[in-house]
């Protein structure tokens, strides 16, 4: 009845703009975070347990306990609670030796990059790598020499990321080759617990009081963008991701969105 009545007043309460069009996503109870890219939507909910989303219903992926799961370019990868790195290989996830890992992003053009747990520091590994892995060997991570409490990146436009003070900085021109960059440029304007970067390049983040925003203006030449744009929800949102045109929200109450544009 609870989770029930919080739907009714999450429904009476979600505010639409004109460009966003925002309905419920097949229900997750209790859904924590969520990753989109290539037309694929995993999710993971409050008892570390991974979700593929296949039609309407969300289908368990594992037994293994993931604190973050993601797909993309290079693959379905997740860390577990006690922060290894896995890919999902001929339908079983497969541990992998290296770093640990509390964050791990698979949108990028089929590099891999995650964030550290405690320390915070930031480790990309190479396309070639990532694609080839197969659960046997170790996998060689490469320092990215920045600390960062969120990382995301898209198959354009360079990779984003939160700091542990919430500034937000895009990484541009990266090599998925050999994970190099061209130098971080921060992002004014707001500070964000999250960024997610689409397959296309599209931006958005969570402030931490839970709004979502937009980066606008994003081209090759300029990868930082021009400006944040809101994009009205009255719920507070605690993590979001984009493909395809739709963006995916889980609110703070653990209920999954979808909007279009």
Known sequence: MKFITVILLGLCSLTISNAWHCSYAPKLLNAQQIDAGLGNVVARDNLNIAY???????????????????????????CDTTNRVYKFVAGNFQCSSGVSLQQVDAGGNDHIVGVQPNNQNTYCLSGCNALTYSGVGSLSWSSLAKKMRYYSCGTKFGCWGV???????????????????????????????????????????????????????ITSQLQEGTQWVPVPMSMTVRHVSYDLRTLWAVTNSGVVMKCTS
């Open 52 to 78: 593929s989303l296949i039609g309407e219903q969300w289908q368990r992926l594992s037994t293994i306990r993931f604190k973050h799961v993601s797909v993309g370019p290079a693959g379905l990868w997740g």
């Open 163 to 217: 700091d542990r003070s919430y500034r937000v900085y895009v990484a541009k021109n990266v090599n998925p080759e050999n994970c190099n960059t061209c130098g971080w440029t921060q992002v004014t304007g707001l500070y964000m617990k999250m960024v997610e970067v689409g397959t296309d390049g599209s931006v958005f983040g969570v402030t931490k009081d839970g709004k979502i925003y937009q980066r606008v203006g």
